[in-house]
T-cell receptor, first 111, second 109 residues
Framework: DAGVTQSPTHLIKTRGQHVTLRCSPI?????VSWYQQVLGQGPQFIFQ???????GRGNFPDRFSARQFPNYSSELNVNALLLGDSALYLC??????????FGQGTRLTVV | GQSLEQPSEVTAVEGAIVQINCTYQ??????LSWYQQHDGGAPTFLSY????GLEETGRFSSFLSRSDSYGYLLLQELQMKDSASYFC??????????FGGGTRLMVKP
């Protein structure tokens, strides 16, 4: 069975640009969450979606937005990129809330 | 606010037992989870404690004491492949995981 897949794996963007990151959850998982992980730190929660509805939002500015599609895949959008947005962006899907399955992440570099 | 404290680094030898502690200053969470992350890899789920006490899964055990705001991950019979970062995380409503800063475990031969 395929795990959580994210695309692209790496991305370089310029300050001020916007970026769209994509995530496909494990088949049958209806919950998708997004996390930002800065090097050397733990992941920070950005959003959680369940059945296409936003169920949780972390402490991130409005430049960050997300959505979930009918097939439960998800997109994370970040507008007006800042240098500080450089990080590994992780997507996780879950069937039960007690166990999250993470993808390999998208490494975003803002220059 | 919410915060989880873990030691930044731990070193142990192959075959030994190591305990990684996690103290927290938060409440209203469902349970405490532990995740392993190898360099360049994705976090992978290790264990979850909803209730106080010990949960055992193979070589890994995890403990939670809500009254002491404390938990730990115990790794037995350490192997070289256990060298990784380990994160404790509390689970809140909305499937929100709040992670600690992580403990880098180095296993030496």
């Amino acid at each position: 069975d395929a795990g959580v897949t994210q695309s692209p794996t790496h991305l370089i963007k310029t300050r001020g640009q916007h970026v769209t990151l994509r995530c496909s959850p494990i088949s049958g998982h209806k919950s998708v969450s997004w996390y930002q992980q800065v090097l050397g730190q733990g992941p920070q929660f950005i959003f959680q979606y369940y059945e296409k509805e936003e169920r949780g939002r972390g402490n991130f500015p409005d430049r960050f937005s997300a959505r979930q599609f009918p097939n439960y895949s998800s997109e994370l959008n970040v507008n007006a990129l800042l240098l500080g947005d450089s990080a590994l962006y992780l997507c996780a899907s879950s069937l039960r809330r007690t166990e999250a399955f993470f993808g390999q992440g998208t490494r975003l570099t803002v220059v | 606010g919410q915060s989880l404290e873990q030691p930044s680094e731990v070193t142990a030898v192959e075959g030994a037992i190591v305990q990684i502690n996690c103290t927290y200053q938060t409440s209203g969470f469902y349970g405490l989870s532990w995740y392993q992350q190898h360099d360049g890899g994705a976090p992978t789920f290790l264990s979850y404690n909803a209730l106080d006490g010990l949960e055992e899964t193979g070589r890994f055990s995890s403990f939670l004491s809500r009254s002491d705001s404390y938990g730990y991950l115990l790794l037995q019979e350490l192997q070289m492949k256990d060298s990784a970062s380990y994160f404790c995380a509390v689970l809140y409503a909305g499937n929100m995981l709040t992670f600690g800063g992580g403990t880098r475990l180095m296993v030496k031969p």
